[in-house]
């Protein structure tokens, strides 16, 4: 058991050392829930709030936009200028059609992005975000995804990361930080 | 037990009510059940749950089964190194003289090929198979996609 610990400490980097980079070099180009094409550029000088995700997710995924929806009423006129994006990590079932379904379940600010696979591969890479396809029994399947809420600030420079099981509490000041 | 179901849903007819009224099985108590909206059939419902083991002697939640959906199971959302990931929980421990809560962020019911969409308002029978204590039937109350929680006054939050 020690002997996995050591391996795993050796060979995975700290988190510190693998932080996204900032918007500003990020290479993806994503469709809204409009069907209109997004670029890591359309963002330039806009506070930035991120978080992958699917919606065959039962737990996780409305769990968080529930707490994002919370936050955005909590920060009011203030967060107009955030952009706040679910990035699919299952872009085989989640259409824009069917992101815009989901995403009209929570505070309107918030976007759903899809696209080809590639491109969502590239997005999860410049987030140093991870997804993994996890398949179940008759078809079925899941997906593991990373499940902290990224933030950047308007000059696209990574900011922070609220933690799925972080007190909840902290988070809307860690956004009021990108907002000025 | 059927009969007391049918008293409670007939007294607690009023929308998000029913997700506040308790069942007891020998020293487990069962309430605040509820479920949240989904759109469509096509993808898995959830279902949270409190369970109070006011006994001396463990217990566990083994399985749950619904009308509502053709493959119910019990998961547990795990975020390990920031990753989450959502594996099948054979059995939900319920110590003695300890509270369990299936709840968001943790063990869930996936609630897998529903029969039907769950709309908010609605309400559906689930039955918890306990290892000891042997099986109860909870009624489940659909609220929206965005909720928390149920609101009752005696939630344990």
Redesign the interface.
Known sequence: MLGVGAYRTRNRPARSEVLPVPIGQMTWTLTDHQGRLVRPSDWAGRPVMVFFGFTWCPDVCPTTLSDISLWLEELGADADRLIVALISVDPERDTPDVLAGYVSNFDPRIIGLTGPADEVAQAAADFRATYRRVDKEGGDYTMDHTAGVFLFHPDGRFASIIDFHEDRRFAVPKIRRTLS | MKHFLLATTLIFSAPAAMACETVTIGDLTVEHAWS??T?GA?????FYVEIKNSGTTDDALVGITTPAAG?PML?E?V?Q??????PHAMSVPVPAGQSVQLA??GY?G???ELTTALKEGDSFPVTLSFEKSGEVTVNVDVL?????GPDCADAGQ
């Open positions: 949240k909206a759109i096509g993808r898995p419902g959830v493959m998961h959302t975020v190194d920031g990753i989450a990931s959502m968001p962020g869930h996936m609630l897998m929206s996609l965005r909720a928390e």
